[in-house]
């Protein structure tokens, strides 16, 4: 079923949700990668003063874009998602922390993330690799560019999207994965 929803994402839509669903996504995202996570867990476990500049509630985009500085100001050519199982460690207590409500990624994610999902009401949403330059087309502006000192791939940038997508959604709310649901049934084929 094709849905069109916007941020922030209300936690009855979210358990709503079933895998497989088609959506398109609009309004505030946040990009995260492995060093924003690793920053984000660090700030955490120290109680530091420095904020963590993603909302919570918010929808990250596991997403490391190419961009190019022109007058002043930050142009996105290409942004297609980041393999999201390189945050596996450390999604969980991101989800946990900023009650984080949507993850934008490509190949799914494991066990540890999918239960912080269901238990936080959070889903997963696969997008389709080797999309980047159609990606790019749908962020209508970067609002804001959080920790450039980490590299403008790895820095947290606040963008704002419209009808993002064709999102899939790979893992829901309550637990189901697309992802497992075709290892089992490749598993099947090889043992008929």
Request: hydrophobic share 40%.
């Amino acid at each position: 079923m094709k849905k069109r929803l916007f941020t922030p994402l209300k936690e009855e839509e979210i358990k709503e949700l079933q895998v497989g669903d088609i959506v398109y996504l609009s309004g505030d995202v946040y990009t995260a990668r492995d060093k924003a996570h690793n920053r984000i867990i660090e700030y955490t476990i120290k109680d530091t003063e420095e904020e963590i500049p993603i909302e919570k509630g918010a929808v990250l985009y596991h997403c490391g874009p190419l961009m190019r500085k022109s007058n002043e100001n930050w142009e996105i050519i290409a942004a297609g998602p980041t393999t999201s199982s390189r945050m596996e460690a450390t999604t969980p207590q991101v989800i946990e922390t900023l009650r984080i409500r949507g993850i934008i990624g490509k190949g799914g994610m494991g066990i540890s993330t999918r239960e912080a999902l269901q238990k936080y009401g959070c889903v997963y949403f696969a997008m389709t690799g080797g999309a980047a330059v159609l990606a790019a087309t749908r962020i209508k502006a970067i609002k804001a560019v959080y920790w450039a000192d980490l590299g403008m791939a790895e820095a947290v940038l606040h963008l704002l999207i419209e009808d993002f997508g064709p999102l899939v959604l790979g893992i829901d709310a309550h637990g189901n994965s697309r992802y497992e649901e075709i290892n089992e049934e490749a598993k099947r084929k090889v043992r008929a």
